[in-house]
Structures are given as C-alpha cells and as structure tokens.
C-alpha cells in the first residue's frame, strides 16, 4: 500500500523540476569535439530547455533558455518545432531580447532559406520591423527584406556597386574642392 502511494505521489507531481545546473549539464552533451552539434541528443536539450522555461515562467533567463531551444532545432532545420518555440517566445515572453531574433531567424533560416516561402519570411520580417522597431537586429532584417530572394551573386554585385558609387562619389567630391 505504502509503495502503491509513493508511486502514485510521484506520477501525480509530474516530471522533476530542473535548474539551471541541470540545463548547463545537459548543454555539456550539444556539441561534438569537433563543434558541430550532436544530432542524438539535440532534440532533448532543447526540450529540457523548454520544460525549465515552462516551470519557471517568471525566471529572469527563462526566455533565453526558450531561445536557444529555438536555435537548436534551427540548427536540426527541423521546421515544426522551429516554429513551435518560436509562437512559444512570442506568446509567453513577448518582450523579450529573444523574440524579435527568433521571428527574424523563423524568416531567415526557415522560411527563405529552407522553404523557400519568400512570403512568410517577409511577412515575419516586417513583423519585426513594426513590432520591434528598436530591437538590434533590425538592420538585418532591413537588409533581409532589400535582398529577399536574391541570390549570393546578385547580392555580392549589388554590394560592389554600391562600393563603387560611394567611391566616385568620393572622387568627385575631391575634385570639386
């Protein structure tokens, strides 16, 4: 009887209640020895961060906790639960440094990158613009949205001309005075 109310005190009380040691443990195990990220464990680093996030709502580093979840299934390229931590930032922590980064990385890295889905990627990027317009990642998003759907070459060139222009502009100016 005993064993049977232990048992049923620890189902009900639900999963241990992790720390912040337990999360630098468990980030111990992210990366292999050359740096890339240990594709086995992952997914379950970044559920355990989320879990922490969950139980601590009200944690000073809670949504940076949430974020870095976010980064690891970026990293995995894993779609879904990209987009699943991020409507959780934005829902719980709307504030946050966090939010804005991963709305903007949600466009980047998922939706223009690996969908191809230029119309959610501007859609989020401009999300950002309105939303945020004082966060620090806004000048990459600007320039997110002014090269959305260009290709490395066609960016590289127009970032050489505009060297260029700057350069006559320069000379001109020079020969005036």
Known sequence: MLV???????FACGEKKLTEDDL???????FNEDQSVNEAVAPDVAEKYIRFAKQNP????SANWMYNAF????LLKDVDNSQRVCDMLVEKYPQSKWTPRALYLLGSFIYED???????????????????PDCDVIPSVQSSLKYLGWSAEEIMGDIMMSQMDVEEGVWDIEEVE
Do not use: C, H, S, W
């Open 24 to 30: 630098k443990k468990a980030e111990e195990t992210l």
């Open 4 to 10: 049977a109310l232990l048992a049923f005190g620890m």
């Open 71 to 74: 980064e690891i299934y970026v």
């Open 58 to 61: 009200d944690f000073p580093t």
């Open 114 to 132: 690996q969908l191809k889905d230029l119309d959610k990627a501007r859609e989020l990027y401009e999300r950002v613009i309105n939303d945020y």
